[in-house]
């Protein structure tokens, strides 16, 4: 058969059973091969019960959907690009209160939609100043429809004086101030025309029509009022994004054009005004894949001016080609001193100023023959390296410098960046101790509100592997300072650096997954962080 995530995350059990061992899920729009219908009833799972081809059970009644036919989405998100640096495109958002819809909005809609996030800034700066919040927004009445007549006033009644009636003035002058005309010429003014019983009738009826006309104006401003204030309890925003400041990242999937705009469309399914997003270039940096047989020391090189020096036989230095800042250098001799300045040979056959490079740390790690010592333990970390082939990373917070091993011998070395100091009472410090990556994502949302930083969202973080509570190392293609700390917490890391971890560390990902949960039958790989 054929399954579809209907859900924005369908859970993955070991059993049938929705009390049982989740391993991991699938992200909506997936498409995966699966069994039939098992027999097991479950009245939790209505639908029933499938078997997935990677491994473990989904139930129907809990977003998968399933047919013997392939699916066919209309309008189905992106699949992420597992193959390349990073899973996805992304954007930056370019103007505070860009909103985030179901569906493109008509522009009515946008019009209410810019109102709705008025609003919003309103109820968050009485939040801040702690004053009673602003009332709800009422629409503005619309304007009368074309061909509609204006409510006519009633004229002013006669007043009399004597037995002479005289009619108010235009201007609403009282009676006593109009030039009345001499009581003898009465009798020579004209005798005004009585207006016959049709032409009153007529009269009548022309009123009637001009009053029903401007009741039924009136009734169509109450009801659009009405409804506009239906749309605006409804608008297709995002639930928990329905507004996106400047500087938050989206993932962009498809552009649309649709209403006379063009549209992103995200890999979450929301869409956004292609006008309000700038795509952003994630950072080119990588660290590097060790030969079979690298030990310490290596390093990289940081410092914007570097050579490489050639030594001939005679020992003198000639000057050569420029280093690059940050590239990888490895030491094969021990450090030699020319006219007071420290020099290492690397494997190439060049020197390098030492004091240039900054070195990988020795792990402080046990070896394998003292793991019996009991203080090298966490409390809830086994440090099982005794055997040969472990995979553990280790990452310096003073160098900034993260090593994966495999038993003693090193594989693959980067810098990254650590979470910087911040203050007492907002430290992004990263934590330090031993620890096993618990989850993995190909893509996880990540956001907040710091008094430092502000507030930030980033759609779908690339290979993100969680290893305590919320910290992660993940990769962060929106700055390019690896080297140095930098981030709230989180070991960040180049995208193709965190590929290459994510696929190498535990627990393993079937090809179909989003994400996976480690068990004891798929461990999740020790990190190391001191």
């Known amino acids: 058969m054929y399954a579809l995530a209907g859900y924005e995350v369908v859970t993955i059990y070991d059993q049938p059973n929705l009390e049982a061992t989740k391993l991991g899920y699938l992200r909506y729009g997936r498409q995966v091969r699966c069994t039939p219908r098992l027999p097991e009833e479950d009245e939790h799972c209505k639908q029933g019960w499938h078997r997935l081809a990677d491994g473990g059970f989904a139930c129907a009644s809990k977003g998968l959907q399933v047919s013997d036919k392939v699916h066919r989405m209309f309008r189905a998100p992106p699949a992420p690009r597992t193959d390349d640096p990073l899973p996805y495109e992304y954007g930056v958002v370019t103007r505070d209160g860009a909103g985030m819809w179901w569906r493109p909005p008509s522009r009515q809609e946008r019009s209410l939609g810019r109102q709705a996030y008025a609003h919003h800034r309103r109820t968050l700066r009485s939040k801040r100043r702690g004053t009673a919040a602003p009332p709800s927004p009422r629409p503005k009445p619309p304007r009368a429809l074309a061909g509609t007549s204006a409510p006519t006033t009633t004229a002013a009644a006669p007043q009399s004086q004597g037995n002479v009636s005289m009619p108010m003035s235009s201007s609403g002058t009282s009676p006593a101030a109009i030039d009345l005309p001499n009581l003898e010429d009465i009798h020579d003014a004209p005798i005004p025309r009585v207006a016959t019983p049709a032409e009153l009738r007529e009269r009548e009826r022309a009123r009637r029509r001009s009053l029903r006309s401007h009741d039924a104006a009136r009734k169509t401003r109450k009801t659009r009022a009405a409804e506009l204030a239906r749309k605006r309890e409804k608008l297709p925003l995002h639930p928990q994004t329905p507004f996106l400041n400047r500087g938050y990242i989206v993932t962009l999937g498809t552009q649309y054009a649709e209403h006379g705009k063009s549209w992103w469309r995200t890999a979450r399914g929301g869409y956004v005004a292609a006008e309000y997003v700038r795509r952003k270039r994630p950072t080119e940096f990588q660290g590097t894949v060790l030969a079979e047989g690298t030990q310490l020391p290596f390093g990289f090189v940081m410092a914007k001016e570097a050579y490489a020096y050639a ?34 040979r690397t494997r190439r056959g060049f020197l390098v100023q030492t004091d240039l490079v900054r070195m990988a740390p020795q792990p ?5 023959d ?33 090593v994966a091993y495999e038993g003693e011998n090193p594989v693959y070395t980067t810098l990254v960046s650590t979470g910087r100091r911040g203050s007492t009472s ?79 560390a535990g627990p393993s990902l079937p090809d179909t997954w989003h994400g996976v949960i480690a068990n004891d039958g798929n461990p999740g790989t020790l990190v190391v962080v001191r």
């Open 311 to 344: 030594q001939d036989d005679t020992g003198k230095l000639s000057r050569g080609r420029k280093l690059g800042f940050r590239e990888f250098v490895d030491i094969v001799a021990a450090p030699q001193r020319f006219r007071g300045r420290t020099y290492s």
């Open 364 to 368: 402080d790690v046990p070896d394998p």
């Open 370 to 402: 003292l793991l019996a010592v009991e203080a090298l333990r966490s409390s809830d970390v086994q440090l099982d390296l005794a055997r040969a082939a472990e995979r553990w990373i280790y990452v310096d917070l003073a160098k900034q410098i993260l």
């Open 426 to 504: 907002e430290s992004f410090e990263t934590p330090r101790g031993d620890f096993r990556i618990r989850t993995k994502h190909i893509s996880s949302s990540m956001n907040g509100d710091t008094a430092s930083d502000g507030d930030y969202s980033i759609q779908d973080v690339p290979w993100t592997m969680f290893f305590e509570g919320g910290y992660a190392l993940h990769g962060a293609f929106w700055h390019h300072a690896f080297g140095r700390r930098r981030s709230h917490g989180c070991i960040n890391l180049g995208p193709q650096d965190a590929r290459w971890l994510f696929y190498w």
